[in-house]
């Protein structure tokens, strides 16, 4: 059982690096959201998205880290980098994300304008 305790800390490094991943994930979906101004559906197709991406994330971090068996240090590793990461780089990512969001509506509403776009979309 002492050959299972040595590489704990790199793999709770590997899990927290996972979860901040699903951080970004998360901003994504929410500037997605705010971007298609959301209905009830497209946010029901929004958080089944972020919800198998999340999973995924997870088990993608248990597969590289420890070969995909589950211990609970890998889950809160993957927590603790989930919420480390909204709480820190999160201001950042998200003042980005406002930029590109308020750039791309302009593209939209410039290109909407376009005749030829307007004959294209009819």
């Not at 999160?90 to 003042?95: E, L, P, S, V």
Request: hydrophobic share 60%.
């Amino acid at each position: 059982m002492l050959f299972e305790t040595v590489g704990q800390g790199w793999v709770f490094l590997w899990m927290a690096l996972f979860g901040a991943a699903g951080g970004a994930l998360y901003l994504l979906c929410a500037a997605l959201r705010r971007l298609l101004r959301a209905g009830a559906w497209i946010s029901l197709a929004v958080d089944l998205a972020f919800s198998l991406g999340l999973t995924s994330l997870f088990l993608a971090g248990l597969l590289t880290a420890v070969a995909g068996r589950f211990r609970l240090y890998c889950l809160l590793g993957f927590i603790l980098g989930f919420a480390l990461f909204l709480s820190g780089p999160a201001w950042a990512a998200a003042g980005l994300f406002r930029r590109i969001l308020t750039k791309l509506r302009q593209a939209i509403h410039v290109l909407s304008k376009n005749r030829l776009i307007k004959a294209l979309l009819r």
